[in-house]
């Protein structure tokens, strides 16, 4: 069955960096798009970043279109989101998500989840 | 950016019950938007896609409806494990988007 595992969450000042990966496994890496989706605790579900199945094509929410990055290594399966310049507002859930249908469809599967905390 | 406005917020409603929750779009998607559930310390399930299109393995007591900005989601017959938040997201435009939300209760 198709696994996504996240690391990389933590507690981070203000001001810093962090960043997080997404281990793929049970499909075709490489085949497929995928995203990151964020929840700050109580809200709702805010998508934060796309990334085609090779990696040329990237897209970022407004909010943290400058400050985050996204890209992948379809050599070791592996999706990330490079974070700088932390808000408290980035305080959030983070999750990675397939996609199917292209780097703009819809996400089948999602990972369990991995927690930020922007706090001095 | 699309903007998308779910409503109600929030419903209570009994197991049996017929639930039909919206999804309205500040511009035109065509048929670019999904439905998810998700639970308390869950991650998101796809329920629908393309606006009619069901999931596989999702019961088929869920269903979809609508184009360009007036979407529908259907609870035929509410089952217990239903009772969740459901939100609605398009993908016809960068960013991609979702609604804010529909809390099911129980009545």
């Known amino acids: 069955e198709v696994q996504l595992l996240e690391s990389g969450g933590g507690l981070v000042q203000p001001g810093g960096s962090l960043r997080l990966s997404c281990a793929a496994s049970?499909?075709?890496?490489?085949?497929?798009?995928m995203s990151w989706v964020r929840q700050a605790p109580g809200k709702g579900l805010e998508w934060v970043s796309g990334?085609?199945?090779?990696?040329?094509?990237?897209y970022y929410a407004d909010s943290v279109k400058g400050r985050f990055s996204i890209s992948r290594d379809n050599s070791k399966n592996t999706l990330y989101l490079q974070m700088n310049s932390l808000r408290g507002e980035d305080t959030a859930v983070y999750y990675c998500?397939?996609?199917?249908?292209?780097?703009?469809?819809?996400?089948?599967?999602w990972g369990q989840g991995t927690l930020i905390s922007v706090s001095s | 950016a699309i903007q998308l406005t779910q409503s109600p917020s929030s419903l209570s409603a009994s197991v049996g019950d017929r639930v039909t929750i919206t999804c309205r779009a500040s511009?035109?998607?065509?048929?670019?938007l999904a439905w998810y559930q998700q639970k308390p310390g869950k991650a998101p399930n796809l329920l629908i896609y393309?606006?009619?299109s069901l999931q596989s393995g999702v019961p088929s007591r869920f269903s979809g409806s609508g184009s360009g900005t007036d979407f529908t989601l259907t609870i035929s017959s509410l089952q217990p494990e239903d009772f969740a938040t459901y939100y609605c997201?398009?993908?016809?435009?960068?960013?991609?988007?979702f609604g804010g939300g529909t809390k099911v209760e129980i009545k």
């Open positions: 997201q398009q993908f016809n435009n960068f960013p991609l988007t």
């Open positions: 511009q035109g998607i065509n048929s670019g």
């Open positions: 393309d606006a009619s």
């Open positions: 049970e499909f075709s890496f490489s085949s497929y798009a």
């Open positions: 990334i085609s199945g090779n990696g040329g094509g990237t």
């Open positions: 998500a397939r996609n199917r249908g292209g780097v703009g469809g819809r996400s089948d599967y």
